[in-house]
């Protein structure tokens, strides 16, 4: 996993950009491996990890995608894609792998000796993680919205328990291990450009996912062009979106 020569953090945001057009060279598929590796150690809400990355080096594939993707430059011209893929049909699965993990972590002893803290953890995953994530139809989150909006009333509650709250905090997991993976390519000088724009129906037929994953974004790489940034990096001011209290 070592990378030598890297920038440091500070440099490689600033040196990230949304890169249009790549250099028709090749970059070295195991060290964008590496990053999307790097890409699985983001943050990710309650450690469920709802996301699966898709690594494409057939140009055959590449230009399916960027067919699906309309075309656009930076899907076209990249000498690899990275389609970010969001799971929340997998939280029982990945429950289970958090609950094996624990148990892994407690010893081999009963539950009825785990500490406190050992129990609160156990807990979280076997009772609070299907509560939240358990619906049917958006039906239960309706129920759930309406239960902790009256608990909520008398003291704090988590309050984002419907479906379409819980598909927001897969997208927002899959999203930082996203800005991970593109920090840690521009870290070691290679480009990418985060798409929002393709047919997710075909792009899901093409890596033949189900209907039930979502595609995040996709993300463009490569060396880029020299007309492959459109243009200087425009912010609106820093005071607009600061807020001290």
């Not at 070691?188 to 129906?201: A, Q, R, V, W």
């Amino acid at each position: 996993m070592a990378i030598t020569n890297e920038k440091s953090v500070s440099e490689a945001i600033k040196y990230r950009r949304s890169v249009r057009v790549f250099k028709k060279e090749p970059i070295d598929e195991q060290k964008v491996k590496n990053c999307i590796h790097l890409a699985t150690l983001a943050a990710t809400s309650s450690n469920m990890q709802l996301w699966e990355f898709y690594h494409i080096v057939s140009p055959d594939i590449i230009k399916e995608i960027a067919g699906a993707s309309f075309d656009q430059n930076g899907a076209k011209t990249a000498q690899q894609l990275l389609v970010v893929v969001a799971r929340k049909d997998l939280w029982r699965k990945r429950m289970q792998a958090n609950i094996s993990f624990l148990k892994s972590q407690f010893g081999n002893k009963p539950e009825a000796e785990y500490s406190k803290r050992e129990k609160f953890a156990m807990n979280y995953y076997k009772k609070i993680i299907p509560t939240i994530y358990t619906d049917f139809l958006g039906i239960l989150g309706g129920i759930k919205f309406l239960a902790f909006y009256i608990i909520g009333l008398f003291k704090p509650i988590y309050r984002q328990a419907r479906l379409s709250d819980m598909r927001i905090v897969a997208h927002k997991s899959a999203g930082l291990a996203a800005q991970n993976f593109m920090i840690s390519m521009a870290a070691i000088n290679y480009d990418t450009c985060p798409m929002e724009g393709f047919d997710s129906l075909r792009i899901k037929k093409i890596l033949h996912l189900p209907s039930s994953a979502e595609i995040n974004m996709i993300i463009g790489c490569g060396l880029r062009d020299e007309q492959g940034i459109y243009g200087e990096r425009f912010r609106i001011s820093f005071e607009e979106v600061y807020h001290k209290i």
